[in-house]
């Protein structure tokens, strides 16, 4: 069909004429409403991005030396990006002297490995590369994972105590009653030290 015939047709349905793949000998067209035309490719386009696997590799450093503490917290961040299905590359830096002592960062690196097994896996043995060692660690698969601890603590906290009908009327703490029967009671010294005061009541 020519072109003036194309043109005819579509208008004639009142529809637009789409070229839909130029370098074809000859080219190919189609006879569609060209917003709708629209709308169907970029929903394909989003479906096919959702089925895309996205790699992101997060990257935590340590060091020969580092504080226990501060492993714990690396360890924390890097348990949370495997739980997100992220990659973790590990990089223990040594600096100066420290190179003479390469075995002690490799058990540093070894026992976070270690500490991070129910989450992930190295896709290597760690390798000393210049003055750093590396490793990619990559997350399990979600049926072997463990659960990321922080969010298990967060949903065992304890909810708030409410407060009490008279902490929600005037937002201070209940008075405590003193019982009368107690002040009245006599003391093992005899006379009760009390029993010259007058307690007034609480109704």
Known sequence: MDLAAAINLARQNGVDLVEIAATAVPPVCRIVDYGKFKYELAKKERDSKKHQAVNLVKEVQLSPRIDPHDLGIKREHTIAFLCEDMKVKATLRFRGREMAHTEVGKEVMDRFLEQLAPWGHPDFPP???????????????KNRRAKNPKESKESE????AKASEADASNGRPEPVRVSTDAASKPSSFGQSPFSGLSIPTQG
């Open 127 to 141: 390798k000393l590369v210049g003055k750093a060692i590396n490793v990619m660690i990559s997350p399990l698969p």
């Open 157 to 160: 906290a304890p909810a708030p």
